[in-house]
């Protein structure tokens, strides 16, 4: 297998979801910065340094929410409240924001 190496930033920037809820299922991992579209998954954790922008629809209107760092969702169904999510878009600090 081989091997990514990556800068310090991008070792804690990153979005896990998981196929199910509580943690259980498939596991993928987006590393910042990057945007999804239609994610889909069961539960959420949010790498240490990322910051992840999300766009739902709940009863018909679009909402903008955030996800702040060391973010752990093991239901998101639930913690959404019915909304379902369009896209997701991870942000990473820049070097000038340390």
């Given at each position: 297998?081989?091997?990514?190496?990556?800068?310090?930033?991008?070792?804690?920037?990153?979005?896990?979801?998981?196929?199910?809820?509580?943690?259980?299922g498939?596991?993928?991992?987006?590393?910042?910065?990057?945007?999804?579209?239609?994610?889909?998954?069961?539960?959420?954790?949010?790498?240490?340094?990322?910051?992840?922008?999300?766009?739902?629809?709940?009863?018909?209107?679009?909402?903008?929410?955030?996800?702040?760092?060391?973010?752990?969702?093991?239901?998101?169904?639930?913690?959404?409240?019915?909304?379902?999510?369009?896209?997701?878009?991870?942000?990473?600090p820049?070097?000038?924001?340390?």
């Amino acid at each position: 297998m081989a091997r990514i190496f990556r800068t310090s930033a991008g070792r804690d920037c990153w979005l896990d979801v998981y196929e199910s809820s509580y943690f259980n299922g498939k596991l993928r991992r987006y590393f910042g910065p990057t945007e999804v579209d239609r994610l889909t998954g069961g539960s959420v954790i949010v790498g240490p340094r990322a910051r992840v922008q999300v766009l739902v629809h709940r009863r018909g209107k679009a909402v903008s929410m955030e996800l702040k760092p060391n973010r752990i969702i093991a239901d998101l169904a639930a913690s959404l409240r019915g909304a379902t999510i369009d896209s997701a878009k991870v942000v990473c600090p820049t070097a000038s924001a340390r």
